[in-house]
């Protein structure tokens, strides 16, 4: 497609469960980055993927949240034993040679109950 | 460390009339400012962007900005909005092309009809 597609687009699912969010960027791009965006927050940065490595992993809040991404393509963020506290929209991004226009995917609300 | 302030949680003007939203950044070094709006249920979409040179700068949809190095200042500004422009805006900073960026807590736009 032509732009950065994540996928689901809404979560519901209970406290404890695992849940895994896809990021599909726009072709081409090198870099992808994770956000979390909770009610009356900005945007949180979780991890960035420069191809398929994660130079910088300093925002992701807990060891139950780790990010891959294969093929210098598709992103997964993984969030094991959810908790309440990890309600929110997950937002992704990719960009080119420009670093700076970070493109956004609509993002996954996510619903823990 | 890095920090983006957007003072005001809320602002609501008069379609027609001209807007101007606060951003205040903190940054050691000269800094990448950005802009970015989100409509209700959708990712974040680049407005303008500073980099260097000229510090106002023109974006899409009508908005300048203007950079002012003594005041750590990069407010938005529109001479006279739309409904459509009723969305949450935005500020964020950022250190080099490879860097994370930080985002403020963003600024929501109510246009009275």
């Known amino acids: 497609g032509a732009g950065v597609s994540q996928s689901p687009s809404n979560k519901v699912t209970e406290k404890g469960k695992d849940v895994e969010l896809r990021c599909d960027p ?3 791009h090198t870099a992808l980055y994770w956000y979390r965006q ?7 940065f979780l991890i960035y993927f420069q191809g398929n490595s994660a130079p910088d992993k300093s925002g992701l809040p807990s060891d139950r ?3 891959e991404r294969t093929g210098g393509s598709v ?3 993984t969030i094991q034993r959810t908790q309440q506290e990890d309600s929110a929209v ?3 991004a990719s960009s080119g040679l420009d670093r700076s226009a970070q493109h956004f995917g ?3 609300r996510l619903s823990i109950l | 460390a890095q920090s983006v302030t957007q003072p005001d949680i809320h602002i609501t003007v008069s379609e027609g009339a001209s807007l101007e939203l606060r951003c205040n950044y903190s ?3 000269t800094p990448y400012l950005f802009w970015y709006v989100q409509s209700p249920g959708q990712g974040l979409q680049l407005l303008l962007k500073y980099f260097s040179g000229d510090t106002l700068v023109q974006g899409i949809k009508g908005f300048e900005a203007e950079f002012k190095r003594s005041q750590s200042s ?3 500004r529109k001479p006279s909005v739309h409904w459509s422009d009723a969305a949450e805006y935005f500020c964020a900073v950022g250190g080099t092309l490879d860097d994370k960026i930080i985002f403020g807590k963003g600024t929501r736009l109510h246009i009275l009809p």
């Open chain 1, 90 to 92: 997950y937002l992704c």
């Open chain 1, 26 to 28: 726009i072709s081409g």
């Open chain 2, 74 to 76: 990069f407010n938005l």
């Open chain 1, 65 to 67: 949240f780790s990010a």
């Open chain 1, 106 to 108: 609509d993002g996954t």
């Open chain 2, 27 to 29: 940054y050691g070094a």
């Open chain 1, 75 to 77: 992103s997964t963020l």
């Open chain 1, 38 to 44: 909770s009610l009356g927050q900005g945007l949180e």
